[in-house]
Structures are given as structure tokens and as C-alpha cells.
């Protein structure tokens, strides 16, 4: 489905769990959230993602 958002994808079936994972995510920068009428839209926010790859890189040689 290109160009639809999160929201689009989990309108459906969006439940508490999943609720709390994308706060989660949200909190500690992965993701940012506007909020839209009744709806909560989120974006990846690539430079954290971009942090965690180059941590992760140092482990990738073994």
C-alpha cells in the first residue's frame, strides 16, 4: 500500500497493546504523532534509526 501511513494500516485493528508500543516509540524519539480529528498519525523519524545502525555496526563484524 504505498504512501499509507501507520494509521491507515492499523486503523483496523488497533488495540491497547499496540497503543502502548507506538507511545513507547514515540517517547523515546522513533516515531513523531500528530494528532488528526479522532485520529493519531505517526512518522518514522529516520536519525534515531540512523543512531541505532551505526551502534549497531560495531557488532556487525563477528
Known amino acids: 500500500m504505498p504512501g499509507a501511513g ?3 494500516l492499523l486503523e483496523d485493528w488497533l ?3 499496540c497503543q ?9 524519539g ?6 488528526d480529528a479522532q485520529r493519531r498519525i505517526y512518522r518514522l ?5 540512523k543512531e ?4 549497531l555496526a560495531q557488532f556487525r563484524r563477528f
Not at 502502548?20 to 523515546?28: C, D, G, N
Not at 523519524?45 to 534509526?49: C, L, S, Y
Not at 541505532?52 to 551502534?55: E, G, I, K, T
Open 45 to 49: 523519524k529516520p536519525e534515531p534509526f
Open 30 to 35: 522513533f516515531v513523531e504523532s500528530m494528532v
Open 15 to 17: 488495540i491497547p497493546p
Open 20 to 28: 502502548s508500543h507506538l507511545r513507547v516509540l514515540r517517547e523515546t
Open 6 to 8: 501507520l494509521s491507515c
Open 52 to 55: 541505532l545502525n551505526a551502534w
